[in-house]
């Protein structure tokens, strides 16, 4: 990934790709600079085939506390707003702008072909919460709280695809609960609620990321990107046999590839096995 970003910083380990969110002394608080390189970054990851897993996570103290408001109450935008000959004014087109720009990151973290991995510290609300729901996985160190804090500040407790995310992941009587009176959740509840694959100490969150990030690696990098395909197209399948056709696809697909045949080999003849996306 060739660009540069402010408010983003980009590790590469191999073939695993490192985001995170820098904006420490705001708590990695969604502000302009952060919302577009975020829309930037995703943009490239999807078609970035190099990396093959990300993890996502955010700098200091916090995964993301949400909305810089300071900064977007000043809109930034305005300009290009008093330009527009749309029915709606400044005002309400400098939001509308903002909401479609925060709305489509969420659609790309799911259209990018690498698992990600959400590695979540201390505050992930409002905007930052649906940020964690839109990970593949979310692994919370002991610190993290979060919440749909939009619905605190008159807004909906629905944003950034949380009314879609939330239900699937705890059900739709918790997540209606969360959603509609904006209430924290804490790791422990989280974990409970099946939000997190597991909580461990706030020291340990890198290194139990780095952990199964590792594992994801060791399998073919197609096989990999096919199975996050055919889980985003299988959670809304219309039906069992729809979900059974996209399986049978892939299967079919992988099974004439080199890696399928590697893997196999290995696998009898007790050796480590080594693809090369091919």
């Not at 949380?162 to 209430?183: D, K, N, Q, V």
Request: a neutral charge; aromatic letters at 8%; glycine letters at 8%.
């Amino acid at each position: 990934m060739a660009a540069e970003y402010k408010t983003l910083e980009i590790e590469r380990r191999g073939h695993l790709a490192i985001i995170s969110m820098n904006r420490p002394a705001k708590l990695n608080a969604l502000s302009f600079e952060l919302i577009n390189d975020l829309h930037s970054c995703f943009s490239s990851m999807c078609y970035d085939y190099r990396s093959r897993v990300i993890i996502f996570r955010g700098a200091g103290r916090a995964f993301c506390a949400g909305a810089d408001l300071q900064q977007l109450n000043e809109g930034s935008f305005a300009g290009e707003a008093a330009e527009t000959t749309d029915e709606m004014g400044p005002v309400q087109f400098h939001y509308h702008k903002v909401q479609s720009v925060l709305g489509e990151i969420i659609l790309k973290m799911r259209r990018c072909p690498q698992p990600i991995i959400g590695a979540i510290k201390g505050h992930a609300v409002g905007g930052g919460f649906s940020l964690a729901l839109a990970c593949d996985v979310r692994i919370a160190a002991e610190s993290a709280r979060m919440n749909a804090g939009y619905i605190r500040i008159g807004l909906s407790g629905c944003d950034m695809g949380s009314s879609y995310f939330l239900p699937r992941i705890i059900g739709f009587s918790r997540a209606a609960e969360y959603l509609y009176t904006g209430r924290v959740l804490d790791a422990a509840t989280a974990d409970r609620f099946g939000l997190v694959s597991k909580v461990v100490p706030d020291d340990k969150l890198d290194s139990a990321a780095l952990e199964l990030a590792d594992e994801m690696l060791q399998n073919s990098p197609f096989g990999l990107r096919m199975t996050k395909e055919a889980y985003n197209l299988n959670v809304d399948a219309p039906s069992l046999e729809s979900a059974v056709n996209i399986e049978n696809r892939n299967q079919s697909l992988l099974s004439f590839t080199q890696d399928h045949r590697e893997g196999g080999a290995a696998m009898f003849q007790k050796r480590k096995v080594i693809y090369h996306d091919k």
